[in-house]
């Protein structure tokens, strides 16, 4: 089962940057897809979540109106589009799939990807 998380950089205050996820089937399959990150001396923190359909997708409320989580099931592909970002962004950013769309927790994910570096300049 593979995760591969990539699309991150450096980019100032206010710019966009769009992060990808290339999943296996077997991760790609579960019903919920992830992205979660860790900041410098933070835990992990929820960011977005997709469902299998992408009829639902769900956010944590620091994100709300500025993040865009979508998925290309032909490519087994998720996105994370990130616009308006803020230096507290900066963070280690992970895709994961998990069983419940509705559950933030890490715990409830069981694949993850080895992560990739957003930088926030202000």
């Known amino acids: 089962v593979q995760l591969q998380a990539s699309g991150g950089g450096l980019v100032q205050a206010g710019g966009s940057l769009r992060l990808s996820c290339s999943a296996s089937?077997?991760?790609?399959?579960?019903?919920?897809m992830g992205w979660f990150r860790r900041a410098p001396g933070k835990e992990r923190e929820f960011v977005a979540a997709?469902?299998?359909?992408?009829?639902?997708?769900y956010y944590t409320d620091s994100v709300k109106g500025r993040f865009t989580i979508s998925r290309d099931n032909a490519k087994n592909t998720v996105y994370l589009q990130m616009s308006s970002l803020k230096a507290e962004d900066t963070a280690i950013y992970y895709c994961?799939?998990?069983?419940?769309?509705?559950?933030?927790?890490?715990?409830?994910?069981?694949?993850w990807g080895q992560g990739t570096l957003v930088t926030v300049s202000s």
């Open positions: 997709i469902s299998r359909s992408a009829i639902s997708t």
């Open positions: 089937g077997l991760a790609f399959s579960r019903p919920a």
């Open positions: 994961a799939a998990g069983s419940r769309i509705t559950n933030p927790s890490p715990a409830n994910y069981d694949y």
